[in-house]
């Protein structure tokens, strides 16, 4: 017996034995399905946060366990579950690129082109909504939509399921998570939305007192820069907390008719919604172009200048941007061009390389 099928084995037993307490517990018999707040049974994971960190709120019917956790990261790299077996979730979601992807649109398995920026990975287990459109409400539900979207996957998720229960390793790797080999739509994406909840990205050296200190002059300068109203001014929505971002939509002027590209009100149908896209976390920024939801800048220069005088005035543009109006243009704002150079330098502080070389979130080995 090689080393991993002993360890295999010794999980495996471990996991019986636990399927066996709960069924006593729960008098339901192994291989029947479990009513799904119990489904999970392997190991409790906890997350490491820093400080002033609010708790991760975590679905009550999908806790946490480092079985979970490691059968998502093989999906989330498990090519089987796109339709003709050559795409995976870390197709798009490069981990070297901070799950994000670096070309401006993704291409799909039939070599169709999106027409959204691949988002980066990280904290999401905050983000109360997901896509840059707010279409998802859960990560196990988000989950759906990239393995069935015909410019990306384009598989339906009744065959995925089939090819992974069909396949040598899986059926054990979810009776390990879920005490249950039999595989189903609802433990995929339960152990998908695991994964994608453990990856947490926090190292920021950069906000004053959640990371260290800032590194010099030129980074603290343009943290003044970032805060200042007359400034940057950037504050109010990607916050000065662990997240650099509040989880919230907004119009940032993008569009001079919004009604191009509607964003969440096409979720909501409520007029107030009209462009209002999710506002992303800075963390990674280096790693993350090119930006925003279509992509449009290649680089941060561009976004600045775009902050300073390129945004478009509509009826949703956030008050925080409409503040810096008047009679419908931008006000160039009150900063020299290094103060800037400054912010950029303070924006590439924002960043956590261990998010894109830690081990745990890497392509497994088989
Ligand atoms: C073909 C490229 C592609 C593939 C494959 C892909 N994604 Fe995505 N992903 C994207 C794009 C593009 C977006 C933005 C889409 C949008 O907002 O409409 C996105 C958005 C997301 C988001 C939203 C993040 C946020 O901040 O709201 C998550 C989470 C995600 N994908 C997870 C996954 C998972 C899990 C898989 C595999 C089951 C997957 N993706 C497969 C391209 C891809
Ligand atoms: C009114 C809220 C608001 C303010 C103020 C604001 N942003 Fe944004 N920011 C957003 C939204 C919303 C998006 C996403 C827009 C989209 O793609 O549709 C965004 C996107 C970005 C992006 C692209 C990130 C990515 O992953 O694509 C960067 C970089 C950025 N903002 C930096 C800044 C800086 C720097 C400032 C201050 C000069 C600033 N923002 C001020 C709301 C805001």
Redesign the pocket.
């Known amino acids: 017996m090689n080393k991993r099928s002993r360890i295999l084995n010794k999980r495996t037993i471990y996991a019986a034995g636990l399927a066996l307490i709960l069924s006593f517990a729960s008098g339901c018999r192994k291989d029947a399905p479990l009513p799904s707040k119990i489904i999970s049974c392997g190991t409790p994971y906890e997350l490491e946060l820093p400080q002033n960190t609010p708790p991760m709120p975590i679905p009550e019917d999908n806790p946490m366990t480092s079985e979970g956790i490691e059968l998502g990261r093989h999906?989330?790299y498990e090519k089987m579950?796109?339709g003709d077996n050559t795409?995976?979730?870390a197709?798009?979601?490069q981990q070297e690129h901070a799950f994000a992807?670096n070309t401006k649109?993704?291409?799909?398995i039939d070599g169709f082109e999106?027409t959204?920026?691949?988002?980066?990975?990280a904290n999401?287990g905050w983000?109360p909504?997901?896509?840059?459109?707010g279409?998802?409400n859960s990560?196990e539900e988000?989950?759906l939509?990239?393995?069935q979207?015909e410019?990306?996957?384009h598989e339906s998720v009744f065959r995925a399921v089939r090819k992974l229960q069909q396949s040598d390793k899986y059926p054990a790797m979810f009776y390990q998570a879920f005490c249950d080999s039999t595989i189903t739509v609802e433990t995929m994406s339960k152990a998908?939305a695991q994964f994608?909840r453990s990856i947490v990205s926090y190292n920021y050296r950069s906000v004053p007192g959640i990371g260290n200190e800032l590194r010099n002059e030129v980074q603290k300068r343009g943290f003044e820069v970032f805060v200042d109203e007359n400034k940057g001014d950037c504050f109010h929505c990607h916050t000065v907390t662990t997240f650099t971002t509040n989880f919230k939509f907004e119009n940032n002027g993008l569009n001079e008719n919004p009604e191009s590209d509607p964003g969440l009100y096409a979720q909501t149908g409520n007029p107030d919604d009209m462009g209002k896209f999710?506002i992303?976390s800075l963390i990674n920024l280096r790693h993350t172009a090119p930006y925003m939801?279509d992509g449009r800048f290649s680089n941060l220069m561009e976004v600045l200048n775009f902050y300073d005088t390129g945004f478009h005035v509509s009826p949703t543009l956030s008050i925080d941007l409409r503040k810096h109006t008047k009679d419908g243009k931008p006000v160039p704002r009150l900063w020299s061009e290094r103060d800037k150079l400054d912010l950029l330098a303070f924006l590439l502080t924002l960043e956590d390389t261990t998010l894109l070389t830690n081990p745990k979130w890497a392509r497994p080995e088989d």
């Open positions: 999906l989330f579950l796109s795409q995976a979730c197709s798009c979601h992807e649109f993704s291409t799909g999106g959204r920026n691949a988002m980066p990975i999401l983000s909504k997901l896509f840059w459109d279409k998802a990560l988000l989950v939509f990239p393995i979207s410019v990306e996957m998908l994608m999710k992303p939801h």
